[in-house]
């Protein structure tokens, strides 16, 4: 009977080979077996990929054709990085300003037929989709409109120069965290991805790069930290940053 461990297939021919006398050249043998009982499992169960379609579009069918070379190549999650401060091109019914005021184009929208295309496309070659709303960094085409609709400043910095005074790399925008209305509109959104997203237990959140300075140049900011008795310090401000968290948390779950 057969029975070895086998990571590659020079590792296969090496143990069924017999090698050859070095003095006398007989007795050479290949082991051929008819049948053979293969266990073979990766060693890591999250095999994922990002892509990132903010920063630049990628149209569905070139998104599909990653997944079938994900499948190909035993990858098993897809990390959809969908929303930057780029761009926003994500469609929700409920609150349609994001991608008037996020898209490239009106083309370069990825509609929730889209978006349940590619989970369904995912799901039957054996790939979880997770989707990503980045905040409260990297968040500023798209959330622009809030004062038109009288919900104040849902972001602030957006596109502000020079760059490196209000966030890590341009374009600027991060959310506004002392704004009340903002997490009724995240609450929206975070309930249209868990309708397109039904089966996966979860929503990727961002929280990369927060940059203080943006915060600490925004008036807004400003007078409600010295209202509260806050003052502008890293720790009041990684305060104020754990607060959003929680704040969206409570709305997802």
Same mark, same amino acid.
């Given at each position: ?134 905040? !409260? ?24 120069? !020079? ?6 790399? !341009? ?83």
């Amino acid at each position: 009977q057969l029975s070895f461990t086998v990571r590659k297939i020079w590792s296969f021919v090496a143990q069924t080979y017999r090698p050859c006398d070095s003095w006398k050249r007989n007795n050479c043998s290949q082991s051929l077996k008819s049948a053979a009982n293969i266990i073979d499992q990766p060693i890591y169960a999250h095999r994922g990929l990002l892509i990132d379609t903010a920063r630049n579009y990628i149209p569905i069918k070139c998104l599909k054709r990653q997944l079938d070379a994900m499948a190909a190549s035993k990858l098993n999650v897809f990390h959809w990085h969908i929303t930057d401060t780029q761009s926003f091109p994500m469609q929700f019914d409920t609150v349609p300003e994001m991608i008037f005021y996020g898209a490239y184009s009106k083309e370069k929208v990825y509609c929730q037929n889209d978006i349940k295309s590619i989970i369904k496309y995912a799901k039957y070659r054996g790939i979880r989709v997770i989707l990503e709303l980045d905040a !409260p960094a990297h968040a500023g085409n798209g959330w622009q409109w809030g004062p038109e609709k009288d919900l104040g400043n849902l972001a602030v910095c957006v596109n502000q120069k !020079p760059w490196r005074n209000f966030c890590i790399e !341009p374009p600027c925008g991060q959310l506004n965290p002392i704004n009340p209305n903002l997490y009724t509109v995240l609450q929206q959104i975070y309930n249209d991805i868990a309708e397109m997203n039904k089966e996966e237990s979860v929503i990727h959140m961002g929280g990369d790069e927060v940059f203080f300075g943006c915060w600490n140049s925004t008036a807004e900011i400003i007078n409600y930290l010295m209202d509260h008795n806050l003052g502008r310090t890293e720790q009041d401000f990684l305060a104020m940053w754990s607060k959003f968290q929680v704040s969206s948390f409570i709305y997802v779950s």
